[in-house]
């Protein structure tokens, strides 16, 4: 599936939206619930994960900023994360990113979805340390549309 024409538009996470079976690592299964809510205007995600390290159950909410803005998420989890984040394009696509300081470094940390197809698509969290010159995967994630 080609990414849209305009990857911050209205239907920039359209590509997203439905249920999936999730896959990584050699263990890592879980699902993934995509869904416009709230008068169509918010993309809801509902996120659970069972893997080498335990379960995992998110939550994030995804909006356009007073409609025709820029792209916002926030996200939630069971390990106490909260992250606040902002839609940026990446190869045509939408993408969200926060930069945080850790250890007196500046970190950029994105997620991308790659490959998408309708029924598949490949997510990754990255990371960067170099003001993006530079992105390694800290998680990568295949989903199958059920």
Known sequence: MAASSDPLGPEAL???L???ELRWGDEG???NRIERTVGGRVIQETFEGHGPRG???GFSVSI???GDGPWRQTWVDSAGSYLDMTGVAVDGR???EISTLENDVAVTRRMVWLDVTPDSLHWEWQRST????TWTTDWAIDYRRR
Do not use: M, N, P, Y
Request: glycine content about 18%.
């Open 14 to 16: 359209d590509f997203w």
């Open 18 to 20: 439905g249920d999936w």
């Open 29 to 31: 299964r879980g699902t």
């Open 55 to 57: 379960t995992l159950q």
């Open 64 to 66: 356009r900023e007073g």
């Open 94 to 96: 939408i993408s969200f």
């Open 130 to 133: 170099d003001v993006g010159a």
